[in-house]
């Protein structure tokens, strides 16, 4: 069990544990992951506003968390606790609450800080009588702290939201607040005793083997037995047969009938018991023990399920950016074999092709032979985009990354690949120029002929670009180049041609791929958050057991 001594390496192990839980990502919608998401949201709350700064201050007056369902009559049963409408009562309640914290004068400074809580705005309003409470203030991200000298010094009772509340926001604070708490009061009624949703509260605080009590509110007087016998039995059978149990009649008050409050009688079992862990060292230690140990020790658990959970977000991120690697490699090795077999000297180009010089000029052939490779890296990109919606649509985690990318063809491909090919063509066309001009400048300094000295540098792109995209079916504009140029100037310039063929050719699809993983990369699912969980839990799990 962990002591409540001076452990300031303890705290700054939980202190670790908690940035690692704080960088935890988890974009992708997995199997899983919505719990995994509440484990998180639960683990902070956690460690934020309980164990550290119980740890940190283990004198701080007990915080007694009232938690259930809608109209359960947690707020009438703090009203009743402290003496007076503090919280506002009633089934039909404001989709807007906030909670509100009550503790006697002398404590008022130890939660008018932000030593537990520190997300929620401490409000105040003044005090009002009975017949006219303070009207709840509509803010959001608020608590608010009432002080009442007929409360025990050294407890709070905080009054949650409904953990069942149809406000999304409500429901999350209910749990966070419950998660703030040294004792954990779960109250439910007669007719709902048994539903789904006291259980799961019941459940967690088994799990985590809090200090929790249980209230039974509103039995009729005439099945009062039978029903706590029955309430008796599912605790017994969940393993929670030790748990405290109080039962609370039905009266008229329950309802909010006369002054709210409940007769003292009703509560007066409850008051004693929280004043008794409030007075007596040994119950006080015993139930912060209790609530730090199996919070801690249900970390050894909940912090591996929240690694498997960054891992399995990660797997998942590299296999679908491992679908689109895939597509696009093999793509680009078969747009390369189709150069070498000279499939863009096809169609168009390739009638340019027959018809140059006599009936075709140099610059029909470029235009014919940048619109069959702008067409041919097109198609290439399609099959890649394609085969990646086959391997998304059989992940779940693609949902994560937009419709967009797995609706069909991208309009806009086909421009993006064309402006990279026509950047291409300006390039060799540069490149021809270049050499042309090389070839005249030099014959002239040597006063010597050269072969390049009159060749037109429009005759040289087309020529160049006809012999590195047609293959084998363009042997004879190699052929032509080397009678213009001589053999090693041909060769040297269809060198640097085909570097530039590769290196735009690997700039289009690269471009289109990297389209498809720009959304995957901003989600940043790296491995190291599930490293480090664990790592930080395994320093935890020595300090602990020092």
């Not at 988890?26 to 899983?32: E, H, I, R, Y």
């Not at 209910?174 to 703030?180: D, G, K, P, R, S």
């Not at 690697?325 to 077999?341: F, I």
């Not at 047609?470 to 504009?477: L, P, T």
Request: aromatic share 4%.
């Amino acid at each position: 069990m962990v002591t409540l001594d001076e452990r300031p390496q303890l705290i700054d192990a939980l202190s670790a544990l908690r940035d690692c839980v704080a960088a935890v990502r988890l974009p992708l919608p997995l199997p899983g992951a919505p719990r995994a998401r509440q484990t998180r949201v639960e683990l902070l709350a956690q460690l934020d506003d309980y164990l550290v700064p119980r740890l940190k201050d283990p004198d701080a007056p007990l915080l007694a968390v009232v938690g259930g369902s809608t109209g359960a009559g947690k707020s009438t049963l703090v009203n009743s606790l402290v003496g007076r409408r503090v919280s506002e009562a009633g089934v039909l309640r404001p989709t807007t609450r906030t909670p509100v914290l009550v503790c006697h004068p002398d404590d008022h400074h130890w939660f008018a800080g932000m030593r537990v809580l520190p997300q929620l705005t401490r409000v105040w309003l003044p005090q009002q009588d009975d017949d006219h409470p303070a009207e709840e203030p509509a803010q959001d991200n608020a608590l608010r702290v009432e002080t009442s000298s007929a409360l025990t010094p050294g407890i709070a009772l905080l009054d949650a939201p409904d953990i069942d509340s149809l406000v999304v926001e409500n429901r999350l604070l209910a749990a966070e607040l419950m998660c703030a708490a040294d004792i954990w009061v779960m109250v439910t009624t007669a007719s709902r005793y048994a539903d789904a949703v006291p259980w799961h509260l019941l459940r967690t605080a088994k799990e985590y083997d809090v200090t929790l009590l249980t209230v039974l509110d509103r039995v009729p007087h005439q099945v009062i037995g039978e029903v706590s016998r029955q309430y008796e039995a599912l605790l017994d059978k969940a393993g929670l047969a030790d748990v405290p149990r109080f039962t609370i009649p039905e009266l008229p008050e329950s309802t909010g009938g006369g002054s709210g409050l409940l007769p003292d009688t009703a509560v007066a079992p409850l008051r004693a018991w929280l004043a008794h862990r409030a007075q007596d060292l040994a119950a006080r230690q015993q139930a912060v023990a209790r609530t730090v140990s199996g919070v801690v020790g249900s970390l050894d658990s909940r912090v591996p399920e929240l690694a498997a959970a960054v891992a399995a977000q990660y797997a998942a991120a590299v296999r679908l950016g491992g679908a689109v690697e895939t597509a696009y490699t093999e793509q680009g090795e078969r747009v390369r074999r189709q150069l070498q077999r000279g499939a863009v000297l096809a169609g168009d180009a390739r009638t340019r092709w027959r018809a140059y010089p006599r009936d075709s000029s140099a610059e029909e052939l470029l235009d014919a032979l940048t619109e069959s490779l702008a067409a041919l890296v097109h198609c290439a990109v399609a099959a890649a985009d394609e085969r990646v919606r086959d391997a998304w649509r059989r992940e779940p985690a693609a949902a994560a990354l937009g419709a967009a990318e797995l609706a069909g063809l991208d309009p806009e491909a086909g421009e993006r690949i064309g402006m990279v090919v026509r950047r291409w063509r300006r390039e060799l066309e540069e490149l021809a120029d270049e050499e042309v001009g090389g070839g005249e400048r030099a014959a002239a300094s040597r006063s010597v002929p050269a072969r390049s000295v009159g060749v037109d540098s429009d005759t040289v792109a087309a020529l160049l670009a006809t012999a590195l995209l047609g293959g084998r079916r363009a042997r004879a504009a190699g052929e032509r180049l080397a009678e213009l140029l001589g053999a090693q100037a041909a060769l040297r310039l269809r060198d640097k041609g085909g570097e530039l063929v590769t290196t735009y050719l690997d700039r289009a699809l690269h471009a289109e791929r990297d389209r498809l993983l720009a959304p995957l990369d901003a989600l940043d699912v790296t491995p190291e958050p599930q490293a480090e969980l664990i790592a930080a839990l395994s320093v935890l799990q020595k300090e602990k057991d020092r």
